[in-house]
């Protein structure tokens, strides 16, 4: 799992790119931590268009992290999943707290 990240505005974009599963869960969680206490921002966007797999795991971190956001008072969205994590996110309800933006 390769991240960036870019503040603009107090918005804090991340870019997910490779395979969000068991295998990488534990350091994309405690990257993504890093990033979030480390950045004041208003909102959070998820860019997944690099996302090439996500599993239940993967499904476990994002949630998280929205957790994690949400007591913040931070907005969090997702741009540009890949078919199969929009397959996912659609299925699971997850649009539902984490909107799709364009």
Request: aromatic share 6%; charged share 20%; net charge negative.
């Given at each position: 799992m390769n991240i960036k990240y870019q503040v603009a505005n ?32 208003v909102s959070v966007v998820f860019h997944l268009n690099g ?13 998280g992290r929205y957790k994690k956001l949400k007591q913040r ?30």
């Open positions: 107090k918005v804090l974009h991340i870019y997910l790119n490779g395979e969000l599963s068991e295998g990488t869960a534990q350091n994309t969680r405690s990257s993504l931590d890093n990033l979030i206490d480390s950045n004041n921002m996302l090439s797999f996500m599993d239940s795991t993967g499904i476990g971190v994002l949630i008072m931070t907005d969090v969205y997702v741009k540009e999943p890949t078919p199969q994590v929009e397959k996912i996110f659609r299925a699971t309800g997850l649009f539902d707290i984490m909107p799709k933006i364009s």
